[in-house]
């Protein structure tokens, strides 16, 4: 893949002739003959956001679900995701519900969870910048992938959850020990088991969005944080993935990137959505509860809060990445940020 303009495209293969050997430039010619990459096995695409036009009114009648015609309902299905639904209550699903199904498939990131690793990690660290000593909480810390990472750097870290997926945690501290303390404690209730002031650092990895009341979490993890703690955290791009947005491909058999065309939905809609989490790795269906907020929601919370923003991050794709993972890195991520990562500093009444 050569990285340069060719016709209307921003990269081309460079294809050697099997005639006389000389090199052209072609657009892609496994792609052609169904023989490309993206196309064969387990690496290729599945791109079904599937768009629903009602033709009459007895296909809206017909209609089983998403039965409210019109609006984003007409979108059937994101991505990989075939079922996808914006709640009004939380009767039937709550987070503990479907984390408790969720809990024994979450990866660690020692099973090379791609994304953390690789996009959210490196900057959730570099902003954490964990020094010797440093008292650190991590917020629904899961299995504890970010907890189990900080104490090498000299940490003392401590980590919340609710269960079963502390459970894990707590198993993952047994079998190799780190010296971390897990707590079975729902993350609205920080400051009544550790008091105020009491962490220099906090971290809420991959898990606001998922968080029923974000604004009572966010009050709480600036109660335990000490003057001048830092609190990072890191969400799904509230406005650029899933469930806000997602992608088509147009022309939709192309397996280009640059073909691969992203819209926006409810942005506003602030609800809980329903959907199923279940892919390659997780089996399907395996609900789970999102709640969409806007990006203002979040950064005017930390600002309600005294929390005084210093750095956000969008991470990008790295040319180096596409070419080690095909299927999870794409072009098209280098033209939209997937995740936001967000440093905030307590600030100091005077
Ligand atoms: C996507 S997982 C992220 C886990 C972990 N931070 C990581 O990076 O792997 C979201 C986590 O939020 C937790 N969670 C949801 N609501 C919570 C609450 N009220 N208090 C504490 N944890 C909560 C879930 O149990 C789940 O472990």
Known sequence: MVREKFLVYDYYYSIPCHECGKINPALDFAEYTGSHPFQIDNLRHEEDTVVWIPTSRDDIESQEFPHEAWGSERILSLGKRPFYKRLDSLDEYTPKSTWDTLAPHWLT??????????????????????????????????KGNVARHLPGSGAIVTGIDIP?????????????????????????????????????????????????????????????????????????????????????????????????????????????????FGGDVIPSPSFALHFQRTISSYLNELANNNLVLREMSEPRVSEELVRRFPRNAYWDDERRPEFLIVKSVKKVEI
């Open 109 to 142: 990131v020692e099973e090379e969870n791609y994304h953390h690793k690789y996009r959210i990690l490196p900057d959730v660290y570099r902003m954490l910048d964990v020094q010797k000593g440093d008292k650190i909480l991590d917020v629904a810390c899961g």
């Open 164 to 276: 079963k997926m502390i459970d894990y945690a707590i198993e993952s501290e047994e079998k190799e020990k780190l010296g971390i303390r897990y707590l079975e404690l729902n993350a609205e209730k920080l400051s009544e088991k550790f008091g105020e002031a009491s962490f220099d650092k906090v971290v809420c990895n991959m898990a606001l969005m998922d968080i029923e009341d974000f604004r009572t979490i966010i009050n709480q993890m600036f109660l335990v944080l000490k003057e001048h703690g830092v609190f990072v955290f890191s969400i799904l791009h509230p406005a650029f993935s899933f469930p806000s947005c997602t992608s088509r491909r147009i022309p939709e058999d192309s397996q280009r990137n640059e073909d691969r065309i992203r819209f926006v939905l409810d942005y506003f809609d602030e609800r809980p959505i329903l959907f199923d």
